[in-house]
């Protein structure tokens, strides 16, 4: 099986990235799933129905979150109920949604994918994402041995960790969040591939997705500064990972890197 993972989808520049480059890399690289992280869709915090839907209709076939699933003021939640569409399985389980779900392809292959956030850095408060996620990958592998992890999360160290972890019980453990692309990728001793973090779809000149001035004066101010998000550039980002469909084992990890001059609208 071969999957497109793309990074963060940051704004109105990841949106349009996103529908003019994915399907075009869908059919060139004969990808069978495509799955992203969305958490930064709505102008760089949360996601709106709306933005799933485009999100969808551009050729997303799961959308995972993280720290900004929630950040949308006064929305309608209810597509985080849909089973492709996943928050982090650690968060309280009082939250709308779920954080693991099974999604079958067209021709019968089955996939397990999981959405699990850090602590380090972050909210340390969250249950443990390695005891969570290692039992929602043992349950995922009761009917699939392909499956996908997106580990939302600050620390480098958090991210290794968790992958050596599920080495060899995960097709892939894929990091998010930081949005910035690590060249790290690899195939770990049991078969599961890594990155530390797949990068941002979005906005190129920007700091992580919003445009710098503002994120310089919240640096020299050390006071509450509205982040705009930027607009200049546009890349994507992401990995494509090849997996033995029999052994769940990763074949390969390729870095995905693009430069995309968006067609003016
Ligand atoms: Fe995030």
Partial sequence: MK???????FGNVGRRVLA????????????DICVGNGENVSGGRGMTKNLFRKLRKYGLDVITGGNHSFSVDDNDYSFMEEPISLRPLNFPPANLGHGSTLFTLEDGRTIGVVNLMGRTFMHESLDCPFRLGLAA???LREQTPII????????SSEKAALAHYVDGLASAVIGTHT??????ERILPKGTAFITDAGMTGPERSIIGMKPEGVIKKY??????????????????????????ESGKALSITRLFERVTLIQN
Wanted: proline fraction near 3%; charged fraction near 25%; aromatic fraction near 6%.
């Fill in 3 to 9: 999957i497109l993972f793309i990074g963060d989808i």
């Fill in 220 to 245: 020299l101010l050390q006071t509450y500064v509205r982040y705009e998000p930027s607009e200049d550039g546009a890349m994507i980002n992401g990995v494509i990972i090849e997996v033995d469909d």
């Fill in 148 to 155: 996908l992890v997106d580990f939302h999360a600050e620390a």
């Fill in 20 to 31: 003019e480059r994915l399907p075009v890399l869908t059919r060139e690289h004969a990808i």
């Fill in 179 to 184: 949005h910035v692309q690590t060249a790290d």
């Fill in 137 to 139: 990958i043992n349950e």
